[in-house]
């Protein structure tokens, strides 16, 4: 479960600069001898493909490792137990952590599924609490559990907190209308496009007569890559909605991983409106 939760987790991308950086001081790092054999400065390595998606898969297993081998040090040894009106979660192999948590403080739970969970039906809980006005104790925010089943998410919250123990996978009884797709499409698409368009320009008009290795027309083939985002865009919108029974209020929406928000209407601190330019 250690190395699932580390292969599926939202590491990847931190580490990913992590080892980045590493590159960038490897020649402080790796013995000169060895460093000096890649031939890091050398124009065929960018005009050699098999060479590149080489060292971009290279890089890539070595982050997904270290993110593994991170979020197993972390959440190693996790437990979680209720005592009375509180919960007490510890974790960690090198660093034991423990903190304390009063269920009555606890706001809102968020079920969070990553986007390579999804597919095997795993998820992970998290809380926001408030804080009191004892000794001036700030809001709170945390790790309920970091791996379990989504079928499994109701029976846990029922008996750590059974004000909050709902199905996460329920459908939304108000989806976001079918006006807004359009326009969840157009704002997950429209930075990529113009992105790629300037990295073109850059290249096309400024750049031509230092840079014979990528042309502006080599640059837009970056565009291909604009139905994903497209597709990312669909997917905010068709995981988009809420449901109310009772007075218990779900939220759901999408980042790149699926959030449901759990929460009760009477708990309910603060209600925003937001609005960009266009």
Same mark, same amino acid.
């Given at each position: 479960?250690?190395?699932?939760?580390?292969?599926?987790s939202?590491?990847?991308?931190?580490m +990913?600069?992590?080892?980045? +950086?590493?590159?960038?001081?490897?020649?402080?790092i790796l013995?000169?001898?060895?460093w000096?054999?890649?031939?890091?400065?050398?124009?065929?390595?960018?005009?050699?493909v098999?060479?590149?998606?080489?060292?971009?898969?290279?890089?890539?297993?070595?982050?997904?490792l270290?993110?593994?081998?991170?979020t197993?040090?972390?959440?190693?040894?996790?437990?979680?137990?209720?005592?009375?009106?509180?919960?007490?979660?510890?974790?960690?192999?090198?660093?034991?952590?423990?903190?304390?948590?009063?269920?009555?403080?606890?706001?809102?739970?968020v079920?969070?599924?990553?986007?390579l969970?999804?597919?095997?039906?795993?998820?992970?809980?998290?809380?926001?609490?408030?804080?009191?006005?004892?000794?001036g104790?700030?809001?709170?925010?945390?790790?309920?559990?970091?791996?379990?089943?989504?079928?499994?998410?109701?029976?846990?919250?029922?008996?750590?907190?059974p004000?909050?123990?709902?199905?996460?996978a329920?459908?939304?009884?108000?989806?976001?209308?079918?006006?807004?797709?359009?326009?969840?499409?157009?704002? /997950?698409?429209?930075?990529?496009?113009?992105?790629?368009?300037?990295?073109? +320009?850059?290249?096309?008009?400024?750049?031509?007569r230092?840079?014979?290795?990528?042309?502006?027309?080599? /640059?837009?083939?970056?565009?291909?890559?604009?139905?994903?985002?497209?597709?990312?865009?669909?997917?905010?919108?068709? +995981?988009?909605?809420?449901?109310?029974?009772?007075?218990?209020?779900?939220?759901?929406?999408r980042?790149?991983?699926?959030?449901?928000?759990?929460?009760?209407?009477?708990?309910?601190?603060?209600?925003?409106?937001? /609005?960009?330019?266009?």
């Open positions: 479960e250690l190395l699932a939760l580390g292969a599926t939202g590491r990847v991308g931190p +990913a600069a992590a080892v980045g +950086a590493l590159l960038q001081f490897g020649a402080d013995p000169q001898t060895w000096d054999r890649v031939p890091w400065s050398e124009a065929e390595v960018l005009s050699s098999s060479l590149v998606v080489t060292l971009l898969l290279t890089i890539a297993v070595l982050t997904w270290v993110a593994i081998a991170s197993a040090l972390t959440y190693g040894g996790f437990e979680l137990r209720r005592s009375g009106d509180q919960l007490l979660i510890q974790h960690g192999l090198l660093d034991r952590r423990r903190r304390t948590i009063p269920i009555a403080r606890i706001q809102a739970v079920v969070g599924e990553q986007l969970r999804q597919p095997f039906g795993k998820a992970d809980i998290r809380f926001e609490s408030a804080g009191g006005a004892y000794g104790a700030d809001g709170d925010s945390g790790v309920l559990f970091p791996f379990l089943s989504l079928d499994e998410v109701a029976p846990l919250l029922r008996e750590v907190a004000d909050f123990a709902a199905d996460p329920a459908p939304m009884t108000t989806p976001l209308p079918a006006r807004a797709m359009r326009r969840y499409i157009t704002a /997950a698409s429209i930075g990529w496009v113009l992105f790629v368009a300037t990295v073109a +320009a850059l290249l096309g008009v400024w750049l031509h230092w840079i014979d290795i990528v042309s502006w027309r080599e /640059a837009l083939l970056f565009l291909l890559a604009t139905p994903l985002f497209a597709w990312l865009g669909w997917a905010r919108w068709r +995981a988009g909605g809420w449901r109310v029974e009772g007075s218990m209020l779900m939220l759901r929406w980042g790149v991983s699926r959030q449901t928000m759990i929460t009760r209407a009477t708990r309910i601190q603060l209600r925003q409106l937001t /609005a960009d330019p266009l």
